[in-house]
Every structure is written in C-alpha cells, then in structure tokens.
C-alpha cells in the first residue's frame, strides 16, 4: 500500500477491500493463536497456583443474584452480588459467574470452583485473539496490510500473551479493551461524530470496569478530540491546521459526551464501586500503596533496587517477547514515533494525530507503570501489541526500502524475528504438557519421604506437599509441618524460632525461589535470615539437597533458563549443579519472579543428615556471610 493510499484511508475517504487471501492468512494467524493459547490449558489440574486468578475465582464463586431481585438488598452494600472487592473491576467477574452458572445449566459440574476455571481461561484465551484481531485491524488502517499481518503474526506468537492466556487474572481482557480503545479512537480522530464520542466513551467504560487504571486511556482520547477539531477538515491532509473558531467547544462537548458514556458504562458493570464506595476507594487505595511502594508488602520486596523503566525494558526483552522481538519492538518504537514527526513536518496533520494516539498510549502508560516500585511483568500487556505492530512497521519498510541491501536486510531480520518468535512460543508451552514442579515434589514426598517426618515450610508460598495431595497421594496428614516466618523481622525471637525449627524439621521444603529470591538482596534488613539460605544451599546446616523439580521452556534438548540464585548470590547445591544443568541449557540469568513461580517454579526439597547443637547453628546464623 502506498502513502497516499494509506493517508486517504485515515481520511476516511477509501477503505481497502480484504483479499481473499489476505483473509486466509488472517484467519490462519488467529486459530493459530487460539491454539497455542488453549493448549494445556489444565496445566495446574484446578490447584489455581496463580495467587490474582485465585483470588478472582474465589470472589466469583461467593457470588449469588437473588431471583426475584430484591430491590432494596440488591442496592446495599450487604448485597450478594456486590464483589467486595475492587483491587480488579467487576466486569471479569461478573463475566466469569454468568458463563459458569449457564454453563452448569449443561454441566453441573461446572458450578465447582475446580471446575470453572476453565471457563475464566478459555474467557482469557478468546479475548488474547481478540486483541490480534483489534491490533491487525487497527494495523492495516495506520501502516498497511503487510504491517498489518505481520504485526498480528508476531503478536500471535509473543510468550507473555500466551503465558497470560493460561490464567484469568484480566490482564488479556484489559489489553483487549485498550487496544479497542485506541483503534476507535483513531476512527474518531479521523471523522468526529457524536456516535463515535459515544462508542469510545462506552468503551472506556469497558476498560474501567476491567481494572480502573484504564482510566489512563483519557489521555489518547482526548487527544484524539482536540486534534480532529483543531486541524479541521482538509481534504489533502496537508498545510498547517486551520480550525475554525468553534473547535474549541465542539472539542469540549465531545469530550463531555465521551466522558458521560463512559461514567455510565462503568457505574452499569461496576454498580458497587458507587453502592460500597468506601470499600471502592479503600481498595484502589491499597492497589495505589502497592504499585508505588509506599506500603511495605512481602510480594513486592523483590523489587527492591530495581531500575525504574529500565528492568520493565530489560524483562520484556528478555522474557515476554524474547531479545529478537523486543528489541525490534522498541526499536519501531523510536521508528513510529519518528514518523509522527515526520507526518508533522511535512503537513500531514491527520495521518500525524492518527499514528500519534497509539504513540502517546504508550508513551502516558509506559511513563506510569514503568516508575512503579512493583514491576510485574504483566503491567506491560496493554503495550506490547504496540510494540509488535511497531516492530512489523519497521521490517515491512526495510523490507521495501529502495536500496537493496536495506530490502534484503529487512526481510532476512523480519523472518529470522518470525521464527525466533514462533521457536521460542513452541518451547514455552512445554511447561503446560508437563507436570507442574509442585505436584512432581508432593508426588516425591508422599512416596519418599517417611511417615511422620516433620517438615518445615515458608510462609508466603505454596505450601507443599500440595494440601489435596495428587494422583493417589494425600498425604499432608502423614507429616508435622512447621511453618518459617521469614518475613518476619529479624530479631532474637525469629532467629530461636528458627533454631528450634531447623533442630525438629527432617526435611526443609523451598516452594520456589518467591523468599530467598528478594529476602537475601535485602541482608541489611534481614541479616539472619539472609545468612540461613547462605548456610542452607551451602549444605552448611546438616541438610543437603536430595530432591528438587525443573519444567523450563523446551524444544529438542534446548532449555532457556532462568538463574534463581544468580541475583541472590546462593551458592548452587551440589546436587543441583551436577543434575539441575545440561551442555545445552541457555542461562539467561534473572526473570521476574512473576515469569516462573506460578506455572514452573524450581521447589527443593533439603533433607537432615547430620545434627548440629544449637550453639552451632546460632554461629552459623550469625556469623559474617560467607565470602
């Protein structure tokens, strides 16, 4: 597609007609990507590992719609229908108790929360292939159809959307809304109307009621507002902006439509934010706390001396997307943003504001959550179709470059990214045909270790063996088990406790690397418990290592790694080292602890073979850590 054709699209003047082979490869793309992200959908068996999902779950399942309605218990507070709680938006849950209950009308079984789960995840899956949809449609309308497939291609197969669709946390269904936010919001910029101020404020209403920081998306559609009435009508897109004296009050009036819809959506699919609008507020208080790091929480200690920005780019690069596609994603970044000034300066004005509302999405989101102090990697899902689409942009324009060498760079680097992508997808899902490392240790345990072993876990982790036991194994009443507060504050109290639990526990069972992964970077704060996972993986408290449970993402003989005891600085246990590694491993060192420890943790299992006196284990917990 030439320049001029795609500057008459965003004038709304022609619409491109869909070859039947460009919907063969469209349709392709977008079972493709259903497929990967139904596979194994089951992978945890309705344990519900994911800590956001099953908080979601639990909700939902507490919920009930009298019928007959009862007017007056229904717009209470004390309402069965009120979620009580808005750390999420009650769309996704709403959703998810409405499909379960029809679905149990079918299969009773469903109204079990072991059971509709299933529905939350296949919900999740189908709202990811939406947002390939949203994001080829709104790629062939700035930048053409081959950006447009291409970039719907590399979405298909980016491994934080696949990832994400294996769980019903919300994230796919609020990056579905904002891409649908966006690509509305550049129909609207190409043509006002009262119609389309009234479907992007709906949608936004939409997005809202997903999770409220959606609210952000006011910045991309205001845009869009002000800068449709502020160039005016130019029939070819060119010349400086000329509005007329009224832009300013058609601007506002749609702004004030677009903002009533949405408020009115929101309040439709949300009603107890305004219903219970103490507990709204208090829990939006606590996100808010959370995300910034003004309240101290366990999860969130992880983040401890992370760079602002800088470990959201670092991660995505090197986890969500893979080197290859996120690179080439903030890369067409710089690109995409180069062609709003480009369009600018050369009098484009229209084709510039329709390029520019996704641009400034990005830019508005990315400049919030990348200077939270918690940086979950899922907080960059409403950006990362973007930078796919941005990534295809850049190939696609190399790939057609008048040079030849340019031309033959872009397609070799466009298709080498491609397969990258697709291998890279391919090994991921390795870890949903395999068993999850916590039901491989329950199995271990129950069969291996003896009855009436005492076992000492962590707290703020999994607790393992798994409390409902699996296969035919139910085995936690078999064992004593004590619990270590490693969260706790050090003190003299913590660090007896610890001795007195490191003296009874035959067996001290390390869910995943969620403690020893942010305690021991913090060993100012924690210098005893710091030096008991030194001492620990060490072999230096008369435990060794005697079993533990890997799943990485695999294709052939090939894992990619991610090193738990790199950014702590643990030396590696002796059994670990000579079986936890293969000559064709790829370390590629820390991944954010939300990457690994919901669906392929490494649990450890350390067993007592020698007894020390308490005096010893105390000069061992409080000495100098070990050089």
């Known amino acids: 597609m030439s320049q001029l054709d795609s500057e008459r699209i965003l004038a709304g003047r022609m619409q491109p007609r869909r070859s039947r082979g460009e919907l063969l490869v469209l349709a392709s793309i977008l079972f493709t990507a259903l497929g990967v992200r139904l596979y194994g959908l089951t992978w945890d068996h309705g344990y519900l590992f994911h800590p956001d999902e099953r908080m979601v779950l639990f909700v939902t399942s507490d919920l009930s719609f009298p019928w007959p309605p009862d007017w007056a218990a229904l717009l209470s507070p004390s309402s069965t229908w009120n979620p009580a709680f808005f750390s999420y938006g009650s769309l996704p849950i709403y959703l998810l108790r409405i499909l379960s ?19 939350g995840r296949v919900v999740s899956a189908l709202a990811d292939v939406g947002t390939i949809y949203i994001a080829y449609v709104l790629g062939r309308r700035l930048y053409g159809v081959r950006t447009a497939l291409f970039g719907g291609a590399l979405l298909a197969f980016s491994v934080l959307h696949v990832q994400l669709s294996h769980y019903y946390a919300v994230d796919t269904l609020l990056t579905w809304a904002v891409m649908l936010v966006l690509l509305l919001s550049t129909r609207l910029a190409q043509s006002p109307s009262f119609a389309r101020y009234l479907g992007v404020g709906a949608a936004i209403g939409v997005a809202a009621a ?91 200690r992880q983040y401890a001396g992370t760079i602002p ?35 600018m300066h050369k009098g484009r004005w229209k084709t510039a504001l329709a390029e520019g509302i996704p641009v400034l ?26 930078l796919c689409l941005w990534a295809a942009a850049l190939f696609v324009r190399l790939g057609t470059h008048l040079r030849a060498r340019w031309r033959y760079a872009g397609r070799i680097l ?77 003190n003299e109290a913590k660090l007896t406790k610890l001795v007195e639990s490191l003296q009874s526990a035959d067996y001290v069972v390390i869910a995943s690397n969620r403690l020893y992964g942010s305690i021991v970077p913090l060993s100012q704060r924690y210098p005893i418990t710091a030096q008991y996972y030194h001492r620990l993986f060490a072999e230096e408290l008369g435990f060794e290592l005697v079993y533990f449970a890997q799943v990485y993402p695999q294709l052939g003989p090939y894992r990619l790694v991610n090193d738990t005891l790199s950014r702590p600085g643990l030396p590696m246990p002796e059994l670990l080292s000579a079986e936890g590694r293969l000559a064709t491993d790829l370390v590629l060192g820390h991944a954010d602890e939300s990457y690994s420890v919901y669906d392929h943790p490494m649990p450890l299992v350390f067993e007592r073979t020698s007894d020390l006196s308490e005096e010893a284990l105390r000069a061992l917990l409080t000495a100098e850590s070990p050089g």
């Open 309 to 343: 920005y800088l470990y959201q780019i670092a991660q995505t690069v090197r986890w969500s997307l893979g080197p290859l596609l996120g690179v080439a994603g903030f890369i067409g970044l710089v690109y995409a943003l180069g062609r709003v000034v480009m369009h």
């Open 210 to 300: 997903i999770k409220i920081s959606a609210l952000a998306l006011a910045a991309p559609v205001g845009l869009a507002c002000i800068g449709a009435h502020i160039i005016g009508s130019h029939p070819d897109d060119s010349g400086d902006p000329a509005p007329d004296v009224a832009w300013f009050s058609e601007a506002l009036r749609g702004l004030i439509v677009a903002g009533w819809a949405a408020a009115l959506v929101f309040v439709l699919l949300e009603p107890y934010a305004l219903i219970d609008l103490s507990t709204f507020i208090g829990d939006i208080q606590t996100e808010s706390m959370m995300v910034r790091g003004t309240r101290d929480l366990p999860y969130t």
């Open 414 to 490: 466009a298709g080498v990214t491609l397969t990258g992508s697709v291998l890279y997808v391919l090994a991921f899902i390795n870890i949903y045909a395999s068993t999850h490392p916590w039901e491989q240790v329950t199995e271990w345990i129950c069969s291996q270790a003896p009855k009436n072993s005492v076992l000492m876990i962590e707290h703020w982790d999994q607790p393992l063996p798994i409390l409902q036991g699996v296969g035919e194994h139910n085995c936690w009443n078999d064992f004593t088990v004590i619990e270590f507060p490693a969260y706790d504050p050090d």
């Open 361 to 386: 999405w990005f830019l508005v989101y990315f400049g919030i959550v990348g200077s939270f102090h918690a940086k979950f990697l899922r907080y960059m899902l409403p950006v990362t179709p973007l």
């Open 101 to 119: 209950s029809a679905a149990a009308q079918l299969w009773p079984t469903m109204e079990s929360l072991r059971s509709f789960y299933v529905i």
